[in-house]
């Protein structure tokens, strides 16, 4: 299923984790009406700005996958409203901070978040669109093993 000109529903569920759980993680209508409009006004913005192929690392998650690899019970890639990329290990020439701060600075989103690393570059980027637009923007450590999120 296309879910926008550069993405398809097929790249949103792949997950290693979910195939070696048996878990289908097929997202119902209202997920998938989700994201699409994160697509729209996320993915196909990145990809149009830095003119190349931009990787997810993580897309949907069905509640069962999510609890599974132990995401958050208010996690919103759980509604299709929420993707992670991760340009680092890419030949492209565009970092995770460069994404970072084209959305940060151009893009809709509800929440944004530095995924650790250091400060230059975050390990990943974590990108939300949902009818909030509350614009959080956060940055994840670890401190004594455990995730901790402080205002950008």
Aim: proline fraction near 5%; glycine fraction near 4%; aromatic fraction near 10%.
């Amino acid at each position: 299923m296309v879910i926008s000109e550069h993405l398809t529903l097929a790249e949103l569920i792949r997950s290693e984790s979910a195939k070696r759980n048996g878990i289908a993680n097929m997202p119902p209508p209202e997920h998938i009406a989700n994201l699409k409009l994160l697509a729209e006004h996320i993915f196909e913005p990145i990809r149009a700005n830095f003119r190349c192929p931009i990787i997810i690392s993580s897309g949907y998650r069905s509640k069962e996958l999510n609890a599974v690899i132990g995401g958050s019970n208010t996690s919103q890639h759980s509604l299709g409203q929420a993707i992670d990329i991760d340009m680092d290990s890419t030949t492209y020439d565009v970092t995770n901070a460069d994404v970072f701060n084209f959305i940060k600075d151009k893009l809709p989103f509800d929440q944004l978040i530095w995924e650790f690393g250091n400060i230059l570059n975050p390990f990943w980027v974590h990108v939300s669109y949902s009818d909030r637009h509350r614009r959080q923007i956060l940055k994840a450590t670890k401190i004594n093993g455990s995730t901790q999120y402080k205002t950008y």
